[in-house]
């Protein structure tokens, strides 16, 4: 089962809009961290925000976390067509593993 | 600086055979993680190897086995390879000190027949 949930499941947006997109979960957390997939290949990691953190940049990347509601947001600004890819968020708590979510699908239009 | 390569890249094998699938991690990483990728889904942990010992395992059945060798690279074998086993595989590699920051390979691409 998936630990996670992006909202919205796809996104389509004209390049140099924004693009923000969600992501809650369900249980205590260390990290959550975002990675992009492009055509489903590999996962590139892109920012990584510790539970006791609230917001965290990284280039035209936002993130902010709100433990009490159990959810996080990313923002990409000025997006490119090189931004079209799926976007997922990851969460570890105190085990090993990484608890993804179903991704959301981002396509940015010329 | 070598990331994590993994192979072969497409498979393609029939229902009730036995496949194997290789990971290399990245050059200073010691800990490798395999994962489940369905289509339209995200990942979906396996198991974790350190030291050559599985130290954590997800919701898979004892079809799904994995060693890990003393230069750190891996296997993962699936027996018995069901229509439902077709996915792409991920192999991520991470550090002992810094295992939240997993570092992905390109993946596998697994098609049963």
């Known amino acids: 089962s998936q630990q996670g949930e992006e909202d919205p499941q796809a996104l389509s947006i004209q390049e140099g809009e924004n693009a923000t997109m969600n992501c809650s979960y369900k249980?205590?957390?260390?990290?959550l961290q975002w990675y992009r997939q492009n055509s489903g290949r590999g996962l590139v990691h892109l920012i990584l925000?510790?539970?006791?953190?609230r917001e965290k940049h990284s280039g035209r990347l936002r993130v902010t976390l709100d433990t009490s509601k159990k959810s996080s947001s990313l923002l990409i600004t000025a997006s490119r067509a090189a931004d079209t890819a799926s976007y997922f968020c990851?969460?570890?708590?105190?085990?090993?593993?990484?608890?993804f979510g179903a991704g959301t699908t981002v396509t940015v239009r010329a | 600086d070598a990331g994590v390569t993994q192979s072969p890249t497409h498979l393609i094998k029939t229902r009730g055979q036995q496949v194997t699938l290789r990971c290399s991690p990245k050059?200073?990483?010691?800990?490798v993680s395999w994962y489940q990728q369905a289509l339209g889904q995200g990942p979906q942990f396996i198991f974790q190897?350190?030291?050559?010992?599985?130290?954590q395992r997800g919701n898979f059945p004892d079809r799904f086995s994995g060693h890990q060798f003393p230069n750190y690279s891996s296997e993962l074998n699936v027996n018995a390879l069901l229509l439902g086993d077709s996915a792409l595989y991920l192999c991520?590699?991470?550090?002992?000190?810094?295992?939240?920051?997993?570092?992905f390979g390109p993946g596998t691409r697994l098609t049963v027949l």
């Open positions: 190897y350190y030291e050559e010992e599985e130290r």
């Open positions: 925000i510790r539970s006791n953190e």
């Open positions: 990851a969460t570890d708590g105190n085990d090993y593993k990484l608890s």
């Open positions: 249980t205590s957390i260390n990290n």
């Open positions: 050059s200073g990483h010691d800990t």
């Open positions: 991520a590699s991470s550090s002992l000190e810094r295992t939240d920051t997993q570092y």
